[in-house]
């Protein structure tokens, strides 16, 4: 086996590749006329020098030659030719793809991952094709496919053909793409510690990142203040350097009268932690739950403690206190993962190869048929009733929260999966803090980074256990994006801004998602060792926006729709903003009345309630009282206008859960409408909000300083003549949609044999 | 001139007490009222100061107030400030925050306006559900969400209490006194009307009106009466007439309505066809009663050989040119799109005529392809299942489980049908598009989808058309004129072929609108304004079935029908409004506010059609090969032999042309082979002005704005600040700045937002 797994010196290899590139002159790049020799077009016989762009620390593995990329281009298929190489951190393709891409278009770049990148913990599933037979690659192989299909966990479909490859070449990229995808890995040996050990001076923090990591007390401390829940809760620091636990923070908060000996008793579990503060003082708490013991001694204990727990947290100042047991009655990670698994199916969409590979029709056809089943399809999945349903706890228990004044204890066997994905998706919807970007990065910082959601399991990038991985934190993302999708005046960020997050869950230079908890990360950056000769490593973290972007392709990821909370101290910006005052700043008077005088004016409105009762009660499965409560709050809420600063509650009705477009749809680029979508009114949007600017700064005679940034953005959408729908990730594939039209004998002159000679000859082109 | 007595209020008693809460501050007064079919007045020639007052004209209705509780009031002041007229793109300002607004319903606390006519009378028109918070704009009768016309009532249910409902049908008897009466729109509106007490005094079960005041049994099935015995084609023509008269002075219609052959030939300058001229053949409508009275032929046919080569076509429907010149991406072209009827196999024609059908299809072009219309599309039948059953899905009380929501849509098939017929459009657009080329829709009746594709490939690959005015003319040409048998198809006469082939059309068109939203100049409010205008039998436009009724009503060519159709009965010249007045006249039901509504703020000015000047000569298109003659079929060009079927094989179209399987998948795009530049079409935009749309699953959407809007959920709306919302604080603040420092002038980047000119500034 010529596979990968020793590296000599990374630095005299990466002399010799470079080399190796400088000697090189790349393989031509012949369009692949499949059928039309009339439109041979000699520009595109270019001969292009691409070179590999290495992060610090990265190291080559192995490459192929001559590999045939398929590229679904108009439908017109063609392949390019190319260098594939295998990194241990990305698999890259190397050809001349990039010739169109010189344009204004491309600002949207990713500087760290490029177009024709995969990082290897994206990748899914690899298949290899054999004798025109499709088969997951997996293991040691004995023989090697003609061509390797990669489908990412971000979407993508990646075709190369490696029939005019090196034998030798072939067995080295396939088995070490699979080696290194594949199989089990060690924490260690991340590419994340290669890549912080390299580039170690280069790190800067950014100044203007306001995101509050919560790895200090005092980052606890700020947010008790901030959610004014400092009264009846205190941030402690018992758990500084993991003595009692180590899956809770360093630091967290708990009630106050708690005493800190509770804490440790049960290594954490069975303790009421902290998550948020309701502006009437009721808190959201989360706790995991104690062992399950079969002892009944153990168990009498354990009962006795816990009572002692509630005791102090039912007593005033608190509120009584209603648990949640998500464990139970609520979604399991095998639905989540099964509902996942299957929706995702429904995208990865191989590009259209029936003239070069026939055999592949399958697959090709399959796609055209699910336009007609596409809703049932999508419904089969139930992904989109899984969100439904976690936004419905959400809004239940922002309804206990915030009209039933009572506190909410979610309870979960670890508190760190469903746990994270309810408590922040209420907090998205009960602080608006959350909802402005640096709000939201510290929320999950705050429910997920230090909440210890697993995400290296949960993620499998350790490709340790296929079972543990489950889309928990993308579900999140998901639910967040409706709320966005329905409001977006009240988001700071865009769904673009989701897009490009839930991307760099498989970026492995970021410390932010590939840690199971802050001890585990803290323990392999050397925080904790400090014998070390080095000092410890400096992460990046993720939400260091310009690591990966330019300061213009940062402006997608922002709102222009976004209004401040208006500032009504300001005497003089007081006149501009009124209209968004009165707007979007009505107070918020619903919650305050008690939850049995709801929204319907009278009892004798019979129909109404029967009309509304019928539709509401088929979302709900609990007790009749609670969905009353539910409905009432749901109805009230929904029938006054939107205050963007307050409570924000999203519709869950049947056809108000929508498939996130952009993230599912952006790699298909059938899915494309040139010049269309949301973008094409984004272009007049910006350059109104800039007139809106310039007028209010005439008339304020201040000085803007967002001016800039607006006009940059605008000055982004100009350039480009007709955007499509999926701006701006479908550029990058610089497809167009157009009409396809097969035309059958369309060059034969009304011959019927002639049209069946034409059949033949397809195949015959396609193995050219 | 004094109108009959008629018309009728409702509702014995209204509230008089002062709002309980908070929230009925927000109650709605309504006013129900009933108006009969006026035989019509004449208009004076010159209509001065004789002519009464357009409120004059209305005590042909009744006013009477009533407290409602169509929905809790809280959510009517919701719906009101942010549902069905506030869309994507549009805004109207939060009334409901206006603390001033609130009691208005009071004022007509406790009137009680007799009614003093027969209720069997009723007949016609309206039982406008009127919100008297807005009903400073009589002039609008159907303008607000509130406004039914008879014709719209698609079902009446009574309803008291939680279980009892009573399905309300002409004849039958109430059987409890209704706490509520639910009106189910056939646009997909419901509405419910609540009685406080009134509704529910003793006398209200007298069958005979006390004291002239009629209590809600009785409104409730003065409706029902009144709906039975309306049909859609009946034109109410009182509020029409008041209104032209309103507006008096000569009018001109905002569109041309092409019922003059000057039309037609303005049209045809227009559109640059040099090699077409406009036939008089059908002017006394001897041809074909569907056909217009105009219409394009090429320049060289006779029209002799016209009226010989059209009864060679079903129902005489020859080919006609619907539009002339194309644009391709970089050579001036002019390929023509032509629709036309089956061809009528029975008939035997000779040489000549042969070669004159040949010829016209033709229309000068070597290259012909003829398009088998229902190929792919779906039958008149299943559309209509399809609405219906949509219908039911929409309903707010339907009974599908959320979770199910999204496969019952599917069942549905109705955007299955938006699909295929996109699909097909957006085909048929690179078609014509790009090469010389002369396509043919052809359609047995000519009359459903070739109307139906004809306009969306104009929508799509003539910008011209995508604007306020080009689209109006669009409807107006393919549908109203070319013969789109809009009564039958509504269901207006009762026969068996209902099918609303014009809303699906209005649906792939909002499907275009969602997708690029920067391409049209209209909104889809004005989508919605006709979506909803189709039953509002205030003008002829679609009240009739071919060209030929809708102008013997309106009596313009009497001297014509009485000689050459002396079959027919002599239309009552004395009934004729002779106004000319369409369905596009929209302030008969809109008001200046609405109307300003229907232009769509994030049009991009660039697409304007001033930018694209037509170039005409075809000389640099990439020419065809000789005489290719091609079917289009199941989204495949094949080659034909012949273009007519009478020659040597039997007919094209008689013959089905589903002997061709779709191609599961396409071996190649058409769209690469007609410009020839396969590998290079990414880096280069469309042709100028062709838009593509998509089709896939996932973006054929339902329009919810329209067919959910019975629904509580779309009507609470969701609010967003939109471009025109930006807009109108732009506006603010030019004025603010304009107050302030009165020299400087700001730029007027906002449109001139005057009804008058988005409307009336026809030609």
Same mark, same amino acid.
């Given at each position: 086996?010529?596979?990968?797994?020793?590296?000599?010196?990374?630095?005299?290899?990466?002399?010799?590749?470079?080399?190796?590139?400088?000697?090189?002159?790349?393989?031509?790049?012949?369009?692949?006329?499949?059928?039309?020799?009339?439109?041979?077009?000699?520009?595109?016989?270019?001969?292009?020098?691409?070179?590999?762009?290495?992060?610090?620390?990265?190291?080559?593995?192995?490459?192929?030659?001559?590999?045939?990329?398929?590229?679904?281009?108009?439908?017109?298929?063609?392949?390019?030719?190319?260098?594939?190489? @295998?990194?241990?951190?990305?698999?890259?393709?190397?050809?001349?793809?990039?010739?169109?891409?010189?344009?204004?278009?491309?600002?949207?770049?990713?500087?760290?991952?490029?177009?024709?990148?995969?990082?290897?913990?994206?990748?899914?599933?690899?298949?290899?094709?054999?004798?025109?037979?499709?088969?997951?690659?997996? &293991?040691?192989?004995?023989?090697?496919?003609?061509?390797?299909?990669?489908? @990412?966990?971000?979407?993508?479909?990646?075709?190369?053909?490696?029939?005019?490859?090196?034998?030798?070449?072939?067995?080295?990229?396939?088995?070490?793409?699979?080696?290194?995808?594949?199989?089990?890995?060690?924490?260690?040996?991340?590419?994340?510690?290669?890549?912080?050990?390299?580039?170690?001076?280069?790190?800067?923090?950014?100044?203007?990142?306001?995101?509050?990591?919560?790895?200090?007390?005092?980052?606890?401390?700020?947010?008790?203040?901030?959610?004014?829940?400092?009264?009846?809760?205190?941030?402690?620091?018992?758990?500084?350097?993991?003595?009692? @636990?180590?899956?809770?923070?360093?630091?967290?908060?708990?009630?106050?009268?708690?005493?800190?000996?509770?804490?440790?008793?049960?290594?954490?579990?069975?303790?009421?932690?902290?998550?948020? !503060?309701?502006?009437?003082?009721?808190?959201?708490?989360?706790?995991?739950?104690?062992?399950?013991?079969?002892?009944?001694?153990?168990?009498?204990?354990?009962?006795?403690?816990?009572?002692?727990?509630?005791?102090?947290?039912?007593?005033?100042?608190?509120?009584?206190?209603?648990?949640?047991?998500?464990?139970?009655?609520?979604?399991?990670?095998?639905?989540?993962?099964?509902?996942?698994?299957?929706?995702?199916?429904?995208?990865?969409?191989?590009?259209?190869?029936?003239?070069?590979?026939?055999?592949?029709?399958?697959? !090709?056809?399959?796609?055209?048929?699910?336009?007609?089943?596409?809703?049932?399809?999508?419904?089969?999945?139930?992904?989109?009733?899984?969100?439904?349903?976690?936004?419905?706890?959400?809004?239940?228990?922002?309804?206990?929260?915030?009209?039933?004044?009572?506190?909410?204890?979610?309870?979960?066997?670890?508190?760190?999966?469903?746990?994270?994905?309810?408590?922040?998706?209420?907090?998205?919807?009960?602080?608006?803090?959350?909802?402005?970007?640096?709000?939201?990065?510290?929320?999950?910082?705050?429910?997920?980074?230090?909440?210890?959601?697993?995400?290296?399991?949960?993620?499998?990038?350790?490709?340790?256990?296929?079972?543990?991985?489950?889309?928990?934190?993308?579900?999140?993302?998901?639910?967040?994006?409706?709320?966005?999708?329905?409001?977006?005046?009240?988001?700071?960020?865009?769904?673009?801004?989701?897009?490009?997050?839930?991307?760099?869950?498989?970026?492995?230079?970021?410390?932010?998602?590939?840690?199971?908890?802050?001890?585990?990360?803290?323990?392999?950056?050397?925080?904790?060792?400090?014998?070390?000769?080095?000092?410890?490593?400096?992460?990046?973290?993720?939400?260091?926006?310009?690591?990966?972007?330019?300061?213009?392709?940062?402006?997608?990821?922002?709102?222009?729709?976004?209004?401040?909370?208006?500032?009504?101290?300001?005497?003089?910006?007081?006149?501009?903003?009124?209209?968004?005052?009165?707007?979007?700043?009505?107070?918020?008077?619903?919650?305050?009345?008690?939850?049995?005088?709801?929204?319907?004016?009278?009892?004798?409105?019979?129909?109404?309630?029967?009309?509304?009762?019928?539709?509401?009660?088929?979302?709900?499965?609990?007790?009749?009282?609670?969905?009353?409560?539910?409905?009432?709050?749901?109805?009230?809420?929904?029938?006054?206008?939107?205050?963007?600063?307050?409570?924000?509650?999203?519709?869950?009705?049947?056809?108000?859960?929508?498939?996130?477009?952009?993230?599912?749809?952006?790699?298909?680029?059938?899915?494309?409408?040139?010049?269309? &979508?949301?973008?094409?009114?984004?272009?007049?949007?910006?350059?109104?909000?800039?007139?809106?600017?310039?007028?209010?700064?005439?008339?304020?005679?201040?000085?803007?300083?967002?001016?800039?940034?607006?006009?940059?953005?605008?000055?982004?959408?100009?350039?480009?003549?007709?955007?499509? !729908?999926?701006?701006?990730?479908?550029?990058?594939?610089?497809?167009?949609?157009?009409?396809?039209?097969?035309?059958?004998?369309?060059?034969?002159? /009304?011959?019927?044999?002639?049209?069946?000679?034409?059949?033949?000859?397809?195949?015959?082109?396609?193995?050219? | 001139?004094?109108?009959?007595?008629?018309?009728?209020?409702?509702?014995?008693?209204?509230?008089?007490?002062?709002?309980?809460?908070?929230?009925?501050?927000?109650?709605?007064?309504?006013?129900?009222?009933?108006?009969?079919?006026?035989?019509?007045?004449?208009?004076?020639?010159?209509?001065?100061?004789?002519?009464?007052?357009?409120?004059?004209?209305?005590?042909?209705?009744?006013?009477?107030?009533?407290?409602?509780?169509?929905?809790?009031?809280?959510?009517?002041?919701?719906?009101?400030?942010?549902?069905?007229?506030?869309?994507?793109?549009?805004?109207?300002?939060?009334?409901?925050?206006?603390?001033?607004?609130?009691?208005?319903?009071?004022?007509?606390?406790?009137?009680?306006?007799?009614?003093?006519?027969?209720?069997?009378?009723?007949?016609?028109?309206?039982?406008?559900?009127?919100?008297?918070?807005?009903?400073?704009?009589?002039?609008?009768?159907?303008?607000?969400?509130?406004?039914?016309?008879?014709?719209?009532?698609?079902?009446?249910?009574?309803?008291?209490?939680?279980?009892?409902?009573?399905?309300?049908?002409?004849?039958?008897?109430?059987?409890?006194?209704?706490?509520?009466?639910?009106?189910?729109?056939?646009?997909?509106?419901?509405?419910?009307?609540?009685?406080?007490?009134?509704?529910?005094?003793?006398?209200?079960?007298?069958?005979?009106?006390?004291?002239?005041?009629?209590?809600?049994?009785?409104?409730?099935?003065?409706?029902?009466?009144?709906?039975?015995?309306?049909?859609?084609?009946?034109?109410?023509?009182?509020?029409?007439?008041?209104?032209?008269?309103?507006?008096?002075?000569?009018?001109?219609?905002?569109?041309?309505?092409?019922?003059?052959?000057?039309?037609?030939?303005?049209?045809?300058?227009?559109?640059?066809?040099?090699?077409?001229?406009?036939?008089?053949?059908?002017?006394?409508?001897?041809?074909?009663?569907?056909?217009?009275?105009?219409?394009?032929?090429?320049?060289?046919?006779?029209?002799?050989?016209?009226?010989?080569?059209?009864?060679?076509?079903?129902?005489?429907?020859?080919?006609?040119?619907?539009?002339?010149?194309?644009?391709?991406?970089?050579?001036?072209?002019?390929?023509?799109?032509?629709?036309?009827?089956?061809?009528?196999?029975?008939?035997?024609?000779?040489?000549?005529?042969?070669?004159?059908?040949?010829?016209?299809?033709?229309?000068?072009?070597?290259?012909?392809?003829?398009?088998?219309?229902?190929?792919?599309?779906?039958?008149?039948?299943?559309?209509?299942?399809?609405?219906?059953?949509?219908?039911?899905?929409?309903?707010?009380?339907?009974?599908?489980?959320?979770?199910?929501?999204?496969?019952?849509?599917?069942?549905?098939?109705?955007?299955?049908?938006?699909?295929?017929?996109?699909?097909?459009?957006?085909?048929?657009?690179?078609?014509?598009?790009?090469?010389?080329?002369?396509?043919?829709?052809?359609?047995?009746?000519?009359?459903?989808?070739?109307?139906?594709?004809? !306009?969306?490939?104009?929508?799509?690959?003539?910008?011209?058309?995508?604007?306020?005015?080009?689209?109006?003319?669009?409807?107006?040409?393919?549908?109203?004129?070319?013969?789109?048998?809009?009564?039958?198809?509504?269901?207006?006469? &009762?026969?068996?072929?209902?099918?609303?082939?014009?809303?699906?059309?209005?649906?792939?068109?909002?499907?275009?609108?969602?997708?690029?939203?920067?391409?049209?100049?209209?909104?889809?409010?004005?989508?919605?304004?006709?979506?909803?205008?189709?039953?509002?039998?205030?003008?002829?436009?679609?009240?009739?079935?071919?060209?030929?009724?809708?102008?013997?009503?309106?009596?313009?060519?009497?001297?014509?029908?009485?000689?050459?159709?002396?079959?027919?009965?002599?239309?009552?010249? /004395?009934?004729?409004?002779?106004?000319?007045?369409?369905?596009?006249?929209?302030?008969?039901?809109?008001?200046?506010?609405?109307?300003?509504?229907?232009?769509?703020?994030?049009?991009?000015?660039?697409?304007?059609?001033?930018?694209?000047?037509?170039?005409?000569?075809?000389?640099?298109?990439?020419?065809?090969?000789?005489?290719?003659?091609?079917?289009?079929?199941?989204?495949?060009?094949?080659?034909?032999?012949?273009?007519?079927?009478?020659?040597?094989?039997?007919?094209?179209?008689?013959?089905?042309?589903?002997?061709?399987?779709?191609?599961?998948?396409?071996?190649?795009?058409?769209?690469?082979?007609?410009?020839?530049?396969?590998?290079?079409?990414?880096? @280069?935009?469309?042709?100028?002005?062709?838009?593509?749309?998509?089709?896939?699953?996932?973006?054929?959407?339902?329009?919810?704005?329209?067919?959910?809007? /019975?629904?509580?959920?779309?009507?609470?709306?969701?609010?967003?600040?939109?471009?025109?919302?930006?807009?109108?604080?732009?506006?603010?603040?030019?004025?603010?700045?304009?107050?302030?420092?009165?020299?400087?002038?700001?730029?007027?980047?906002?449109?001139?937002?005057?009804?008058?000119?988005?409307?009336?500034?026809?030609?």
């Amino acid at each position: 086996m010529v596979a990968v797994t020793l590296v000599p010196d990374p630095v005299a290899l990466i002399k010799l590749h470079v080399d190796m590139l400088q000697n090189m002159i790349l393989s031509s790049v012949v369009s692949l006329l499949l059928v039309q020799e009339i439109h041979t077009n000699e520009k595109e016989v270019t001969e292009k020098e691409v070179t590999l762009h290495l992060l610090p620390g990265e190291q080559l593995l192995c490459e192929a030659n001559t590999v045939l990329k398929c590229v679904q281009e108009d439908s017109c298929q063609r392949g390019i030719y190319g260098r594939l190489v @295998c990194t241990d951190f990305k698999i890259a393709f190397l050809g001349d793809d990039e010739s169109a891409l010189d344009n204004d278009e491309t600002q949207f770049k990713n500087k760290v991952i490029g177009e024709n990148d995969i990082t290897l913990h994206c990748v899914d599933q690899i298949y290899g094709v054999f004798d025109e037979k499709k088969k997951t690659l997996f &293991g040691q192989l004995k023989k090697y496919p003609e061509k390797l299909i990669i489908h @990412c966990k971000d979407l993508r479909v990646f075709h190369f053909c490696l029939r005019y490859t090196k034998e030798e070449e072939v067995k080295r990229i396939v088995s070490g793409i699979i080696h290194h995808t594949q199989s089990p890995k060690l924490l260690k040996r991340l590419f994340l510690f290669s890549y912080a050990a390299a580039a170690q001076n280069s790190t800067a923090a950014d100044p203007k990142n306001h995101t509050v990591m919560f790895d200090t007390l005092k980052d606890w401390c700020w947010e008790l203040e901030r959610t004014k829940g400092n009264v009846k809760f205190k941030a402690v620091s018992i758990n500084e350097g993991y003595r009692v @636990c180590e899956r809770l923070p360093a630091y967290f908060v708990v009630p106050t009268p708690l005493p800190e000996e509770d804490v440790s008793r049960f290594q954490g579990h069975g303790i009421p932690i902290w998550c948020w !503060s309701c502006h009437n003082g009721c808190a959201l708490l989360k706790m995991s739950a104690l062992p399950k013991e079969q002892d009944d001694g153990i168990l009498q204990v354990q009962k006795n403690f816990l009572d002692g727990i509630y005791k102090t947290i039912h007593r005033p100042p608190y509120e009584i206190v209603k648990t949640e047991d998500l464990s139970s009655n609520f979604l399991s990670l095998q639905e989540i993962q099964t509902a996942y698994s299957k929706f995702k199916q429904l995208f990865l969409i191989a590009p259209d190869f029936l003239t070069i590979f026939p055999f592949f029709s399958d697959n !090709s056809t399959e796609f055209w048929d699910t336009d007609i089943k596409w809703f049932s399809l999508l419904e089969s999945s139930s992904w989109l009733d899984i969100i439904r349903r976690c936004l419905k706890k959400a809004i239940e228990i922002a309804e206990c929260l915030e009209a039933q004044n009572v506190n909410i204890l979610l309870l979960e066997e670890n508190a760190s999966d469903l746990c994270c994905l309810i408590s922040s998706l209420v907090q998205v919807m009960m602080d608006p803090h959350c909802r402005t970007r640096f709000g939201f990065q510290s929320l999950v910082q705050k429910e997920w980074i230090m909440g210890g959601h697993c995400f290296l399991d949960r993620c499998n990038h350790l490709r340790q256990s296929d079972k543990e991985e489950v889309p928990v934190f993308l579900l999140f993302l998901d639910c967040v994006w409706q709320l966005v999708h329905q409001h977006p005046p009240a988001f700071e960020f865009t769904e673009t801004y989701l897009t490009v997050l839930s991307d760099s869950l498989y970026i492995p230079i970021f410390s932010t998602f590939f840690f199971n908890s802050p001890h585990q990360k803290d323990g392999n950056v050397g925080r904790e060792s400090q014998d070390t000769q080095s000092k410890p490593l400096n992460l990046l973290t993720v939400w260091d926006w310009s690591v990966q972007f330019e300061p213009k392709a940062q402006t997608l990821l922002r709102n222009p729709l976004y209004v401040e909370k208006p500032k009504l101290d300001k005497g003089q910006r007081k006149g501009m903003h009124c209209k968004h005052q009165r707007q979007l700043s009505l107070p918020l008077t619903q919650s305050k009345s008690s939850p049995k005088r709801g929204f319907f004016r009278e009892e004798t409105d019979h129909l109404i309630k029967n009309l509304l009762g019928k539709r509401i009660s088929k979302l709900i499965n609990s007790s009749e009282e609670l969905q009353d409560n539910f409905r009432e709050f749901y109805e009230s809420w929904h029938s006054k206008p939107t205050n963007y600063h307050g409570l924000l509650l999203p519709h869950i009705e049947g056809p108000e859960i929508k498939v996130w477009a952009q993230r599912y749809l952006r790699w298909i680029p059938e899915a494309q409408i040139l010049g269309g &979508g949301r973008v094409a009114t984004m272009n007049k949007l910006l350059e109104m909000m800039e007139e809106v600017q310039c007028l209010q700064e005439k008339i304020e005679e201040k000085h803007h300083s967002q001016e800039a940034l607006q006009a940059e953005a605008t000055s982004l959408l100009r350039n480009s003549v007709r955007l499509s !729908s999926l701006f701006p990730f479908a550029l990058l594939q610089r497809h167009s949609s157009k009409p396809v039209l097969p035309t059958s004998g369309w060059k034969a002159l /009304g011959d019927e044999e002639d049209l069946a000679k034409r059949e033949d000859e397809f195949v015959d082109l396609g193995d050219v | 001139m004094e109108p009959e007595k008629c018309g009728g209020g409702a509702g014995a008693r209204v509230s008089t007490s002062p709002p309980r809460r908070r929230s009925q501050r927000w109650g709605l007064k309504f006013i129900v009222s009933l108006s009969i079919n006026q035989p019509l007045p004449l208009v004076p020639a010159n209509p001065g100061p004789e002519l009464p007052a357009a409120t004059d004209l209305f005590p042909l209705r009744v006013y009477e107030a009533l407290w409602t509780k169509v929905c809790p009031g809280e959510r009517d002041a919701r719906a009101r400030e942010s549902s069905a007229w506030q869309l994507p793109g549009l805004w109207m300002p939060p009334r409901g925050a206006d603390p001033s607004m609130g009691p208005r319903g009071e004022e007509g606390a406790g009137t009680q306006i007799a009614w003093n006519s027969d209720l069997h009378q009723l007949e016609g028109h309206l039982p406008a559900l009127w919100m008297a918070a807005e009903s400073g704009e009589m002039e609008t009768p159907l303008s607000s969400e509130y406004d039914f016309s008879l014709a719209n009532i698609g079902r009446l249910e009574a309803v008291n209490g939680l279980s009892r409902v009573q399905l309300l049908r002409p004849g039958s008897l109430l059987k409890f006194i209704p706490e509520e009466i639910l009106i189910h729109g056939r646009d997909f509106r419901l509405l419910r009307v609540g009685f406080e007490a009134g509704g529910l005094e003793p006398q209200a079960f007298q069958s005979e009106p006390k004291d002239g005041v009629f209590f809600l049994p009785q409104v409730t099935m003065a409706i029902v009466q009144a709906r039975a015995r309306s049909s859609q084609a009946q034109q109410y023509a009182g509020i029409t007439l008041s209104k032209a008269g309103w507006s008096s002075g000569s009018r001109k219609p905002p569109i041309p309505l092409l019922e003059t052959s000057e039309d037609w030939e303005t049209e045809r300058k227009k559109q640059g066809a040099r090699g077409w001229r406009v036939s008089t053949v059908n002017e006394r409508f001897d041809v074909a009663t569907s056909l217009p009275r105009y219409f394009w032929v090429p320049h060289r046919t006779l029209d002799s050989e016209i009226r010989k080569a059209f009864g060679h076509f079903h129902q005489g429907r020859g080919p006609v040119s619907v539009r002339v010149r194309r644009l391709s991406w970089h050579h001036p072209g002019g390929s023509d799109l032509l629709r036309c009827g089956g061809f009528y196999t029975a008939s035997d024609p000779n040489k000549e005529d042969i070669r004159a059908v040949e010829s016209m299809l033709q229309a000068g072009h070597s290259d012909v392809v003829l398009v088998d219309t229902v190929d792919e599309l779906p039958g008149l039948a299943d559309v209509q299942l399809a609405h219906l059953r949509l219908r039911a899905l929409c309903l707010p009380d339907s009974s599908v489980a959320e979770d199910k929501w999204l496969s019952a849509l599917e069942g549905t098939r109705w955007l299955d049908y938006v699909r295929s017929c996109l699909r097909k459009a957006s085909d048929i657009s690179v078609l014509v598009t790009s090469r010389v080329r002369s396509v043919v829709l052809q359609e047995r009746g000519d009359r459903d989808f070739n109307g139906l594709l004809s !306009s969306l490939v104009q929508l799509l690959s003539a910008p011209e058309a995508r604007t306020l005015l080009g689209f109006q003319s669009l409807v107006q040409r393919e549908w109203v004129a070319a013969g789109h048998p809009f009564l039958t198809r509504l269901g207006g006469t &009762g026969a068996s072929e209902e099918a609303p082939v014009f809303l699906l059309f209005l649906d792939c068109v909002w499907q275009l609108l969602q997708q690029l939203p920067a391409e049209f100049e209209f909104s889809e409010f004005f989508l919605l304004a006709l979506h909803d205008s189709v039953r509002v039998p205030d003008t002829l436009t679609f009240l009739r079935d071919t060209p030929w009724e809708r102008g013997k009503q309106s009596g313009q060519f009497n001297t014509y029908t009485q000689v050459y159709n002396a079959g027919y009965s002599q239309p009552p010249a /004395g009934n004729s409004i002779n106004l000319q007045l369409s369905v596009w006249d929209w302030n008969l039901r809109y008001s200046n506010e609405q109307i300003l509504l229907f232009h769509n703020p994030g049009y991009d000015p660039e697409h304007c059609p001033d930018s694209w000047l037509p170039r005409q000569q075809p000389s640099f298109m990439v020419p065809g090969p000789p005489s290719s003659v091609w079917l289009f079929s199941r989204g495949a060009l094949t080659p034909l032999n012949q273009l007519c079927p009478w020659r040597d094989s039997p007919s094209l179209l008689a013959v089905s042309s589903r002997w061709l399987p779709r191609p599961a998948i396409s071996s190649e795009s058409l769209a690469d082979q007609e410009w020839g530049l396969p590998s290079h079409w990414g880096a @280069c935009p469309l042709p100028p002005g062709l838009l593509l749309p998509g089709y896939l699953g996932p973006q054929i959407r339902l329009w919810r704005r329209c067919y959910l809007r /019975g629904r509580p959920e779309i009507q609470m709306g969701l609010s967003a600040p939109t471009i025109s919302d930006l807009q109108d604080e732009l506006a603010h603040l030019q004025e603010l700045l304009k107050k302030w420092t009165p020299r400087i002038s700001p730029e007027g980047h906002s449109k001139k937002r005057d009804p008058d000119t988005i409307l009336s500034q026809s030609r």
